[in-house]
T-cell receptor, first 116, second 109 residues
Framework: GAVVSQHPSRVICKSGTSVKIECRSL??????MFWYRQFPKQSLMLMAT?????????EQGVEKDKFLINHASLTLSTLTVTSAHPEDSSFYIC????????????FGPGTRLLVL | GQNIDQPTEMTATEGAIVQINCTYQ??????LFWYQQHAGEAPTFLSY??LDGLEEKGRFSSFLSRSKGYSYLLLKELQMKDSASYLC??????????WGAGTKLIIKP
């Protein structure tokens, strides 16, 4: 299957700092990438949908100024958590939709963020 | 509203068979996915059904009935490594993926 990488896999930061998470599709072009957040023992929560070359579409309740998404190329999307606070600590997972296999989303390994 | 229902937790014995059900009510339908998620890891793709019927892939099979808004994931010859959460997700008419809460499957020796 298609491969999606995510970096970093784990990050610990101080409250008030910004953290950038990268999501790359390694062997396919991803016209659409998705960013999810998952709290312990809960299901995935879609944060935003990112289309290459255009602005991301954010889900209700997700602050676009706090969670900056850039999808500058067909293989790379970034999520920046600005001025992170302890309540932003979570598991952030990206997924990418293969342009040829239009329906299936392939997930990156996730980034565990801990804000102290 | 849009809704996906699946059991919260199931327990099965190593070597046995288990069926995880998923029912959905969505605005339109463009396919149903099953994903496996081990604790602390991201989901991995298991299956995709868009037409009625059974899709078999090794020890795992997935069934879909669109008229009933129903799917199941069948796991045969259970192994301890199959202990995980199994997520059902449906693509609606806008090609948005609607997620179920997941079924935690516990395998006992």
């Amino acid at each position: 299957g298609a491969v999606v990488s995510q970096h970093p896999s784990r990050v610990i930061c101080k409250s008030g700092t910004s953290v950038k998470i990268e999501c790359r599709s390694l062997d396919f072009q991803a016209t659409t990438m998705f960013w999810y957040r998952q709290f312990p023992k809960q299901s995935l929560m879609l944060m935003a949908t990112s289309n290459e070359g255009s602005k991301a579409t954010y889900e209700q309740g997700v602050e676009k100024d706090k969670f900056l998404i850039n999808h500058a190329s067909l293989t790379l999307s970034t999520l920046t958590v600005t001025s992170a606070h302890p309540e932003d600590s979570s598991f952030y997972i990206c997924s990418a939709r293969d342009g040829q296999s239009a329906e299936t989303q392939y997930f990156g390994p996730g980034t565990r963020l801990l804000v102290l | 509203g849009q809704n996906i229902d699946q059991p919260t937790e199931m327990t099965a014995t190593e070597g046995a068979i288990v069926q995880i059900n998923c029912t959905y009510q969505t605005s339109g339908f463009n396919g149903l996915f099953w994903y496996q998620q081990h604790a602390g890891e991201a989901p991995t793709f298991l299956s995709y059904n868009v037409l009625d019927g059974l899709e078999e892939k090794g020890r795992f099979s997935s069934f879909l009935s669109r008229s009933k808004g129903y799917s199941y994931l069948l796991l045969k010859e259970l192994q301890m490594k199959d202990s995980a959460s199994y997520l059902c997700a449906v693509t609606d008419s806008n090609y948005q993926l609607i997620w179920g809460a997941g079924t935690k499957l516990i395998i006992k020796p």
